[in-house]
């Protein structure tokens, strides 16, 4: 599974374990990820977001 990396602040997104505290269940793809999900370490909007292979 790809993770995501926030440009901002480096918080990466997991799709392994998601992120529940913000209503996103693990196994969710960050492109199923609601347009309106931010980082929740820094606020910044989806597309503050890149893909890093793994």
Do not use: H
């Amino acid at each position: 599974m790809q993770t995501w990396r926030c440009i901002v602040c480096d918080y990466i997104y997991d799709t392994e374990t998601g992120d529940p505290e913000n209503g996103v269940d693990p196994g969710t793809p960050f492109e199923s990820i609601p347009d309106d999900w931010v980082c929740p370490l820094c606020g910044a909007g989806k597309d503050e977001f890149e893909g890093v292979e793994e």
